[in-house]
């Protein structure tokens, strides 16, 4: 072995990378240490191991042996992300497979990328999610709705909209301080989230409002649901020293209408200009005239 393999060698059993040879069978050729921490397995017990006996979900073992046979047909490397479980919890790794056609065989690298890939996901989670009730927020609530109503109008399904605003929070917020009116929207919204059932979401529309998305929903079945959002609303009691405080809400109920509405936004401004009169009116259960 010349002193130019040595060093090669060092890097690559001293690389915090999982780096593995692989045959076309699927076999472990070879296994550098940090396979180790990746797998569970000590060196010896790894090497001539199939893949398909390493601890990974179905799901991910089927991706990294497809990888590897995709490669061999390929003899180009390739690069993708694979998540794999591994001896206390699920990693990401970028998996790089790079074809050795003089041993028939595959060289697998696997960087460990999962702290990057959870920023990622935060980084998702806020551009779609309101940071402080970790419901949709209105962007998000508009690109949903456009999916929604163009399902409806090309199954001829019903869709309706609910939406509900906390009465008097600004006052709360003058005189109890915002944190005691962030209590009350994070209480409110809990239990939105609570009722409805799992095909249908909820989003932030503003401060102190919500839209509650309601698939396949007449509007009766709507009128049902803002009901009981009122009811529930009306039973939220915050507790500030000696004081109590007592939640209510104005609803409005808002019926997709493929005649008036071309998009999601037309139903939307629907929806809450009917918020908007109810603020005003006697009744506290409005609805539409379809």
């Known amino acids: 072995m010349t002193e130019q393999d040595d060093f090669y060698r060092h890097i690559v059993e001293h690389s915090t990378d999982v780096i593995l040879r692989v045959n076309a069978e699927h076999q472990i050729l070879y296994a550098n240490p940090a396979a180790i921490t990746a797998f569970g397995f000590e060196l010896d017990a790894l090497i001539g191991h199939s893949l398909q006996g390493l601890p990974m979900q179905t799901d991910q073992q089927e991706r990294l042996l497809t990888a590897i046979d995709r490669a061999f047909v390929r003899g180009t490397p390739m690069r993708e992300t694979l998540p794999i479980m591994g001896s206390s919890s699920l990693r990401y790794y970028s998996a790089a497979l790079v074809p050795d056609t003089n041993t028939d065989s595959i060289v697998l690298t696997l960087r460990d990328i999962t702290e990057q890939h959870r920023v990622e996901e935060r980084l998702q989670e806020a551009s779609t999610h309101d940071p402080l009730t970790g419901l949709f927020n209105r962007r998000q609530l ?149």
Do not use: W
């Open 142 to 290: 508009f690109t949903m709705g456009e999916q929604d109503i163009a399902r409806a109008r090309r199954y001829k399904m019903p869709f309706s909209l609910v939406l509900a605003s906390i009465n008097d929070l600004k006052s709360v917020n003058q005189i109890f301080g915002y944190a005691i009116g962030d209590h009350l929207l994070m209480t409110v919204s809990n239990s939105l989230q609570d009722m409805l059932r799992g095909s249908d979401y909820v989003a932030r529309l503003g401060n102190n409002s919500f839209a509650i998305a309601l698939i396949d929903a007449t509007t009766e079945q709507a009128e049902r649901v803002a009901s009981r959002i009122r009811s529930q609303v009306d039973q939220t009691e915050i507790h500030v020293i000696d004081t109590r405080l007592q939640a209510s809400a104005c609803t409005a109920v808002c019926r997709f209408d493929a005649e008036h509405d071309s998009s999601f936004v037309d139903m939307l401004k629907r929806a809450e200009s009917l918020l908007e009169a109810n603020r005003y009116a006697d009744t506290r259960a409005p609805t539409e005239s379809l």
